[in-house]
């Protein structure tokens, strides 16, 4: 019989990671909240160092990035918000009208078209907000602290140089940080100029979806456009998931509509395939595009909406990571092969 010792320094270990791990899940929260502002700092910095370029103090610069960036934040959400709700609404009381014409019974969408216009009327208004005043004014109230906290993060990464450089020096080991930080770099402004590339193309094909569905005649083409514009972070399968609502809801306008909208999107994804994503990513993080969909699908599974804002750049951190691992392997078994 062979007895087994476990030395006390393998419990310790053993202990520390458990209440680690422990520790990571109770402010997972925090963690994501943290993850976006660094999203946020990555995206503006082409902006801060290009304004820094023409001698504006680094401060300066970041202030004025900020406050635009939440100028066309409020101001387009202001702007986007009652016109959603209205279209949403009009969707709704249409419903069942087009289950009509598919299915011929609009039993079960005459109850959906309630919800939803139940829900969008608390939304536009203050129809049920008493019935749930205490917890709105809560959950309210927590989203903009959340806004507000990652806003003030984001801003403070950004204000200095080396925001997370000097971020990373405080919290890693002095022989780890040359490495890491060396590798953090390069993450960020990948991750950095992949955000803005992918924000600016989603507006334009959003852009272009709006104009195409609005001279058309389609109804709910604001929502529909959004929509398409939102899916553009799929690749491959976003703009077909878009093309299917706005193809069916042209087709109640006319069989050529429906048919004019079809060959408008796919005119418009052959446009961003050769001159948008060339002209635009050409300096992002050049993942596959297999491996976003399976980060988005993962980071959706794991945490949500969050997971899915997070995926890529995780995606991408990993693929530097995983780039190194290979590159030090290749190094090390080079000498064996020459020898042979």
């Not at 402004?189 to 979806?209: E, R």
């Not at 005119?267 to 596959?288: C, D, F, S, T, Y």
């Not at 949500?304 to 190094?331: C, H, N, S, W, Y």
């Amino acid at each position: 019989m062979k007895s087994i010792s476990i030395s006390p320094s393998i419990l310790w270990w053993a202990t520390g990671i458990i209440l680690g791990l422990g520790f990571v899940y109770v402010i997972r929260d925090v963690i994501v909240l943290f993850c976006i502002a660094l999203l946020i700092a990555a995206a503006a910095e082409p902006a801060i160092r290009r304004i820094h370029r023409y001698k504006i103090n680094r401060s300066l610069a970041t202030g004025i990035v900020f406050v635009f960036l939440l100028m066309v934040i409020t101001g387009f959400l202001s702007f986007l918000i009652p016109v959603v709700i209205d279209e949403t609404r009009s969707f709704a009381r249409a419903l069942p009208e087009y289950a009509r014409e598919i299915t011929g019974s609009d039993a079960l969408f005459q109850d959906i078209s309630s919800k939803i216009l139940s829900s969008s009327e608390g939304a536009g208004g203050i129809t049920g907000i008493p019935k749930g005043l205490f917890s709105t004014t809560i959950g309210v109230f927590g989203a903009f602290a959340s806004s507000l906290a990652v806003i003030s993060m984001a801003f403070y990464l950004s204000i200095r140089e080396d925001g997370v450089g000097r971020f990373l020096r405080s919290i890693l080991p002095k022989r780890y940080q040359k490495y890491v930080i060396s590798r953090a770099n390069v993450i960020y402004g990948k991750i950095g100029y992949w955000m803005l590339g992918q924000f600016l193309l989603m507006f334009v094909v959003f852009l272009f979806y709006y104009v195409v569905l609005l001279l058309l005649g389609v109804p709910n083409a604001l929502v529909l456009a959004i929509y398409g514009g939102l899916l553009e972070i799929v690749p491959y399968f976003g703009p077909i998931l878009a093309a299917i609502p706005a193809i069916i809801l042209a087709f109640f306008v006319s069989p050529l509509a429906s048919l004019l909208v079809a060959v408008s999107y796919a005119i418009i994804q052959q446009v961003e395939n050769h001159i948008l994503v060339p002209q635009i990513m050409k300096r992002a993080v050049g993942l596959n595009p297999v491996v976003i969909i399976l980060a988005l699908f993962i980071g959706a599974k794991i945490a949500g909406v969050p997971g899915m804002i997070l995926a890529v750049p995780f995606a991408t951190a990993f693929q530097v990571f995983i780039k190194d691992v290979i590159d030090a392997r290749g190094e090390r078994e080079a000498p064996l092969e020459e020898k042979i």
